[in-house]
């Protein structure tokens, strides 16, 4: 299955070629390590980026038929996702509200309902308490408060969402804005969970965000393995504020042109959703990777891959786990480098680092951060043109 990029993707790229130019800013950026290092801008980063934002969680088929649960614990609060019989997911803490014991412990299952293993206090899917041993020792006319609190959900595309703090129903079309169409027409609905992983990194969150944002490091740190597949320098980027869309054209891209195959098999996009999501699409799965801040220095990178069958029906399942560990390869090439770089920072307090026009898509995501913590009300994911 493939995907439809908006027309100027093709032209724009065989633009490229032809005269061997590239996307770029109009100028070189640079940012001050102490952004890598400061606690009050890691804590206003948590609390306004983390919490305040719709943040992806799961994909729908981790939640296909009602009483599917999975666990999520990387946004600092433990969660409870679950599709209630209904239909819709539900989200709420995974903290009973007798005593705080952890409701759920499994990472994944099904289930009719939840029963905290403290003292079996009961809930149903949607997180109301169901029942309470030795009721009479309690307040009766308090039960229907005391179920699992809810947290703000919202499904659209095959993705799920929460949002940490309270406010208003989850508003998805703004939220994405004008990227909202393009990912329909990546089919991410249609793609089937296969396996994650979760891997702790001592760095800043951002720096391990950078390396997904640009590819100028692509040919040289990934040359034993992803990087002598691509084209150097040729992807183009777009902006939609706070989130982007980067497509990577591989080598074989201007032969397919030439013969007239669809050259599409021949693109890798790739797109960021604000403030720790990309969505990566080879042509017969994607992977989903993320990172989440849990110290200054410190954070969780996540890495999903996820199929268009479901494993065993066309591709067995040692031809999708080849691919899972091939991801996890080039990202470990870039987690030696990532921390080493956070190491670095405690040297560098009061200097710069560099992020040169090709570097584009770092310094936009910078620039939506600066934003969105100083206030922004803007509009989201407009298109720059």
């Known amino acids: 299955m493939e995907s439809a990029l908006p027309e100027d993707v093709l032209g724009r790229l065989l633009g490229n070629l032809r005269t061997k130019s590239k996307s770029t800013s109009d100028q070189i950026h640079k940012r001050a390590v102490r952004d890598y290092i400061d606690?009050?801008?890691y804590s206003a980063e948590c609390r306004s980026l983390f919490r305040d934002l719709p943040i992806v969680a799961a994909h729908s088929s981790q939640l296909a038929k009602p009483g599917d649960f999975i666990r999520h614990d990387r946004l600092g609060v433990p969660l409870i996702l679950c599709r209630t019989e209904s239909g819709e997911?539900?989200?709420f803490r995974n903290i009973c509200s007798h005593r705080g014991a952890t409701v759920a412990v499994e990472a994944r299952g099904n289930r009719n309902n939840f029963i905290c293993p403290y003292h079996h206090w009961t809930f149903a899917l949607d997180g109301r308490l169901l029942h309470v041993p030795d009721e009479s020792s309690f307040d009766a006319e308090e039960f229907h408060r005391l179920g699992l609190r809810r947290v703000a959900v919202a499904e659209k595309h095959g993705l799920v969402f929460v949002r940490l703090s309270d406010g208003p129903p989850i508003d998805l079309d703004t939220f994405l804005g004008e990227v909202?169409?393009?990912?329909e027409t990546m089919h991410l609905e249609q793609h089937q969970f296969f396996a994650d992983r979760?891997?702790?990194l001592k760095c800043n969150w951002k720096i391990m965000m950078e390396g997904s944002l640009e590819v100028y490091h692509?040919?040289?740190l990934h040359a034993k393995s992803a990087g002598g597949q691509f084209l150097p320098m040729t992807a183009i980027f777009d902006n939609y504020f706070p989130h982007q869309r980067?497509?990577?054209p591989r080598k074989d891209?201007?032969?397919?042109?030439?013969?007239?195959?669809?050259?599409?098999?021949?693109?890798?996009?790739?797109y960021f959703i604000f403030p720790n999501t990309v969505l990566t699409f080879p042509h017969d799965h994607m992977t989903l990777t993320q990172i989440f801040p849990t110290a200054i220095g410190e954070s969780v990178f996540y890495n999903a891959l996820l199929t268009l069958d479901k494993p065993g029906e066309n591709k067995d399942v040692a031809y999708w786990q080849r691919a899972l560990d091939y991801t996890e390869t080039v990202n470990q090439e870039d987690f030696e480098v990532i921390e080493a770089i956070q190491r670095s920072c405690a040297h560098m307090q009061d200097e710069n680092v560099i992020h040169g026009r090709f570097e584009l898509g770092i310094s936009r995501f910078h620039d939506a951060c600066d934003k969105l913590l100083a206030g922004y009300q803007g509009r989201f994911g407009v298109r720059e043109r």
């Open 39 to 41: 606690p009050e801008r």
């Open 89 to 91: 997911v539900a989200a």
């Open 180 to 183: 909202a169409p393009e990912l």
């Open 198 to 200: 979760d891997t702790q």
């Open 218 to 220: 692509f040919k040289f």
């Open 246 to 248: 980067h497509v990577m």
């Open 253 to 270: 891209f201007p032969e397919r042109v030439e013969q007239g195959k669809d050259p599409r098999r021949a693109l890798l996009p790739n």
